[in-house]
């Protein structure tokens, strides 16, 4: 039926838009107005491309046909995919339980297609990245918050889970954006065990690994075979606009998704998929940016803590490039503090309400992936601007 006028929308897509891009809109247009802008608000990295790899993916545009491929992906990059399991962590996947697929987003998409019917309770983290709330919203399943303590790292408990039961699902990330902390094997082996015994299907998001720093880096990819692994070239590798990430699958599940990513999608770019080959060929160019990342996050933390922020404020990140931290010393709206440090500073940071409905007005997260430089400038421009705000915080 179409809808009447003024509904011109589905009840599905009544979904929150993403605030982060709001942050980066008034960003871009302070810097087109020829103000300084520092970009600390998007979850990206930033630099060019390592010559290789831009010479890889130059020669493919010219020896490949660039058609339609196979929907769950060029076999050769499905290969490729799984050798990196065995380098990261010691034990390769086989190729056929992988699925390359449109980005983390477009794995996303179809592992909730293929794990959960319409009405499923699937649990997720708060804080938490904006989009499992919406995705899961948008396929009529039922997104159940945790609300998890700063004590665990903001990730979920076992006791926290039993509070959210009867659950059918449960989507962990790790390392976690915006907290960048990350699932230990203990803990993880804990959450997988109670899944288990209740029965509920772990979507595990693992799209930052290769950029842990503090802590083991450990996939659910052999360690719960029954858990479906997320994972995507956007972040350790960079390669956000070019669409293509992957799932890795129990072998029941990778026939159904074969069909539902031929009728949704056809296949993944071939083109990304060429740039992925690439970048997985070179994967050591892209090793020195962990530490860049982590000695960013150091930096930020230092011209925070001058700027009066407590240590136990700033969530202590193992990996991703997020820094979230509680501001509620200087705001009781630390959306109203973004708007007004990128006005005043040109540092550019988002609100924590976009991870957190309940307490994220009192947290912003800043993105560290940017240069050593600009980093080290908003630091410094953060540690001369914060403390005024604390006297002029309103209650
Ligand atoms: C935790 C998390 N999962 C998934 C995504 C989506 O990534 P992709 O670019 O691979 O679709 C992002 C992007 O920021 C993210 O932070």
Redesign the pocket.
Known sequence: MIKRAGEHASRRAQVAPFRAMAVLAAANARAAAGNDVLHLEV??PGGALPPPVVAAIAESLGTERLGYTEALGLPALREAIGTLYGDWYGTAVPAERIAV????????LLALLVAFDAGDRIAIAEP??P??KTMLRALDLAPVTVLTEPGGGFQPTLAELALAAPLQGLIL?SP???TGTVLGAAELDRLVAACRSAGIRILM?E??HGLVFGKEQVTLANRAPEAIV??????YFGL?GW???WLVLPAELVEPVERLAQNLFISPPAPAQHAALAALAHKELFEERRATYAANWQRLARGLEAAGVGADAIVRADG?FYLYADVSAFTTNAAELCTTMLEETGVAATPGIDFDAERGHRFVRFSVAGSPEDVARAADKLSAWLPAQRRNRRD
Request: zero cysteines; proline letters at 3%; glycine letters at 16%.
């Open positions: 979850g990206e697929t449109v980005g983390a987003s477009g794995a996303f938490g990245y989009a499992y990330a976690a954006n915006p998001d799209i930052y997320i994972n995507s070239f956007s972040k956000t669409r293509v990430g991703a």
